[in-house]
């Protein structure tokens, strides 16, 4: 129950920070602080993982180590709360630097981040994120490179993140197929897990 407006935008602040400091300090390598943003149960889901946040951290930080270059940059955001449960969805650019084909590129990708929030203990935490794969593009850093992409490759991923795919597949990572777009079942799906975190359910069926 909440008692006023106050503790609701308390609340929402505290949510707002935790979702910052996930950007800050994952990008900035701050492993031990970015263990802070999660609950012990924390779940991530994202193109090339899904699993235990604890995992999640552990790849990051080899990943940073062998020179992966994944940087975040975030918008605006919408928070519902009900009780101790949340559902914050924040908007988002996902930066990948790689070679492709022998050429530096950029693959920038717009979306948002959704994610359920549960305060526990006075502190809230994150518990599963997940993402909306919005819009992506590729570009060439050396604009006297020309770049000729594998069509049957790209096509096999969704509009919203294929380019993002693409460079990861080619990385070597097993890229997930059905994230979440603008439009689509996948979508809808997402939305309805919402709502039923905040109706007080599990989880369980939100991790596919």
Same mark, same amino acid.
């Given at each position: 129950?909440?008692?006023?407006?106050?503790?609701?935008?308390?609340?929402?602040?505290?949510?707002?920070?935790?979702i910052? %400091?996930?950007? +800050?300090? /994952?990008?900035?390598?701050?492993?031990?602080?970015?263990? #802070?943003?999660?609950?012990?149960?924390?779940?991530?889901?994202? =193109?090339?993982f899904?699993?235990?946040? =604890?995992?999640?951290?552990? +790849?990051?930080?080899?990943?940073?180590?062998?020179?992966?270059?994944?940087?975040?940059?975030?918008?605006?955001? %919408?928070?519902?709360?009900?009780?101790? /449960?949340?559902?914050?969805? #924040?908007?988002?650019?996902?930066?990948q630097?790689?070679?492709?084909?022998? #050429?530096?590129?950029?693959?920038?990708c #717009?979306?948002?981040?959704?994610?359920?929030?549960?305060?526990?203990?006075?502190?809230?935490?994150?518990?599963?994120?997940?993402?909306?794969?919005e819009?992506?593009?590729?570009? +060439?850093?050396?604009?006297?490179?020309?770049?000729?992409?594998?069509?049957?490759?790209? =096509?096999?991923?969704?509009?919203?993140?294929?380019?993002?795919?693409?460079?990861? =597949?080619k990385?070597?990572?097993?890229?997930?197929?059905?994230?979440?777009?603008?439009?689509?079942?996948?979508?809808?799906?997402?939305?309805?897990?919402?709502? %039923?975190?905040?109706?007080?359910?599990?989880?369980?069926?939100?991790?596919?």
């Amino acid at each position: 129950f909440r008692s006023s407006a106050t503790e609701l935008r308390q609340d929402k602040a505290d949510i707002r920070e935790v979702i910052e %400091n996930w950007v +800050v300090f /994952r990008d900035a390598a701050l492993w031990e602080k970015f263990r #802070t943003v999660w609950h012990d149960d924390g779940y991530m889901m994202a =193109t090339w993982f899904q699993g235990p946040a =604890t995992e999640f951290i552990k +790849v990051s930080q080899a990943g940073f180590e062998k020179g992966v270059n994944i940087l975040h940059f975030l918008g605006g955001s %919408n928070i519902e709360i009900a009780g101790a /449960r949340a559902i914050a969805q #924040t908007k988002m650019t996902i930066t990948q630097r790689a070679m492709v084909h022998d #050429t530096l590129v950029d693959v920038v990708c #717009t979306g948002r981040f959704y994610d359920f929030m549960e305060k526990r203990d006075g502190k809230w935490g994150v518990v599963l994120r997940r993402l909306f794969y919005e819009s992506d593009r590729m570009l +060439v850093l050396d604009p006297s490179k020309k770049l000729e992409l594998e069509k049957d490759l790209l =096509t096999q991923f969704p509009v919203g993140y294929q380019h993002l795919a693409y460079l990861q =597949t080619k990385l070597g990572f097993k890229v997930k197929t059905d994230m979440p777009g603008l439009r689509g079942p996948e979508g809808a799906a997402l939305y309805a897990h919402g709502a %039923n975190w905040l109706a007080g359910g599990s989880l369980d069926s939100a991790k596919v």
